[in-house]
């Protein structure tokens, strides 16, 4: 049992990274009702999304593995992970961005105008890993402190894109 305890690290940072996913899994689910047609360009775009999204359990596992043995290595497993998030912020971005700007991809002045409304909460999320990376080099729990914010601030949210129905 002792064992088990002394992983709570690992178990931390899988569970941060599972809602991380499912956040992401659930706001790229709400923006594509919106949506409607995808190009060449928008599909490498998404690529770069699913990359992130693989990526950030890899992250995870160092963050959970090296949290608690020498200050270096903690902080740099907090900035690599945060670097993940926050790079992966980009491609996300860059979805809305691009829908938005290409005719055809979302089908209404209605659509566009919740795209906007949505991206503009989405576009902090880069900002803020980044803000969360450079905290990692001065105090790692302060870090873990914001990752775990970001998660309350981009949940929230989430849930609200549900109630953003179609009106059709």
Known sequence: MQV???QW???LSFAI??????IIWVNHHAMFRYIKKADHLLVLINSLVLMDVVLIPLAAASLGEYL?????DARAAA???GGVLAVGGIPYNLIWWYALRTPGLVETK??????KIIGRRYIRGPIFY????GLAYWN?????TLYVLLICYFLAPSAGLFYLKKSR
């Open 4 to 6: 088990a305890l002394e």
């Open 130 to 133: 980044f803000i969360a990376v």
């Open 9 to 11: 690290p690992a178990y």
């Open 17 to 22: 990274s599972f809602i991380m996913m499912t």
């Open 68 to 72: 608690l043995l020498n200050p270096e």
């Open 79 to 81: 900035m690599i992970y």
């Open 110 to 115: 209605q659509d566009r105008e919740k795209l």
């Open 140 to 144: 790692v729990w302060a870090s873990m």
